[in-house]
């Protein structure tokens, strides 16, 4: 392992991950690339300057995402191109996975510009790795379309994957998911990883009908990751080795 930490390259676009709710998730990394940056992207300027704030590191910041998507990564580039070195967060989680960030990388790669990735917290990696699903194979989603059709299309598309699903889901829309995959995936477990990392964090486990029935009675409020067990899982569970009986929380 590398001891001395190199300096920031110029011209380089720092993908920086950020806590998915608990403070202590920040790396060490991540601290010095915000320190020796020249500018901060935030994707939303005012959450990223209470985050700097908190560690006291005092950085200009640059919001990628009041623009128009043109205009968006414009300017980054123009700075990366003078040889400045630009940290990107998004507002939380390992920037480009589901959010805007995804966009300024595509640009910066097409323009030619040096972009390193600064790991850290993830939600999709956090839920999946304590799921007790398979890690083997899985399929990320993200968020599905709003559109109830291309929705279930979408799901439908996905019944003989063998792996794990990993979907990413807003609290209002989550009662809905669950009816969804009621119907696409009915003996399938479950897992929703709620508020991961956060003083309410838990992990419920069961059928899409067990955990439709939990949400009727107690209303989940917060983030979610929902994985859904593969068509493999779901066979070994029907051999008797994990059976899914109640929902299951911890
Ligand atoms: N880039 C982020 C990452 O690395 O996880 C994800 C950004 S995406 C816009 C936000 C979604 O991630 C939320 O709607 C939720 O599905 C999931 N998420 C983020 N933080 C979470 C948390 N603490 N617990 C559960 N899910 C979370």
Redesign the pocket.
Known sequence: MDKTPPPLIPGTLYLV?TP??NLEDITLRALRVLRECDVVAAEDTRRTGQLLKHFEISKPLLSYFQFNEAKRSEEILERLKRGEKVALV??????????P?ERVVRAAVAAGQRVEAVPG????V??LTASGLPTDEFHFIG?LPHKSGQRRKQLEALKSFAGTLAL???PYRIEKLLGELNEVFPDRTLVL??????KF?EFLRGTPAELLALVAKRSLK????VLVSGEVAKVAEDGGESPAGEVVSN
């Not at 917290?121 to 999709?124: E, Q, R, Y």
């Not at 990883?193 to 956060?198: P, Q, S, V």
């Open positions: 991950a998915i709710g998004t507002d939380a989680g390992t920037p480009g996975i589901s959010d960030g917290p993830c939600a999709l956090a839920a968020f990413y889901e807003s990883a709620r508020e991961l990392t956060k964090e917060g983030e979610f990751v």
